[in-house]
């Protein structure tokens, strides 16, 4: 009898590891994707935003983008500051990929609880 015991505590004992290993992997996941999900691409480097047109030179309109950062499942793992930092970023990146240098963001407040969100008119400034 002492070995049946035994066995069956064994039993438990691997079940439980079993479950915390995949509570942990879970948390895992889940964290992995609080972090900034825009990450600023070299070829963005160079792309300024502004809330209006510099004075001064000549600028042709490309398109009309939007940054965003985070979602109803990652707001509340993420900073405000990697919230807007990230939808910056997007805006930076999709003003590039499109051949502009220059995002001016639209002054319109928007609300959300759980992102971050920027409208921009993407211009190459010359």
Do not use: W
């Amino acid at each position: 009898m002492p070995k049946a015991i035994t066995y069956m505590n064994h039993l438990k004992t691997s079940r439980n590891n079993v479950k915390s290993i995949v509570v942990y992997v879970a948390v895992l996941l889940l964290l992995s994707g609080c972090s900034m999900k825009n990450v600023l691409q070299p070829q963005a480097k160079s792309v300024r935003l502004y809330d209006e047109l510099p004075p001064n030179q000549a600028c042709d309109y490309i398109d009309e983008i939007i940054g965003d950062e985070a979602n109803m499942f990652t707001f509340l793992f993420m900073s405000n500051h990697d919230m807007t930092m990230g939808a910056r970023n997007a805006l930076r990146n999709k003003a590039a990929a499109l051949g502009g240098d220059t995002v001016v963001i639209q002054k319109s407040v928007f609300v959300y609880t759980t992102s971050t969100v920027f409208v921009g008119q993407v211009y190459n400034c010359h």
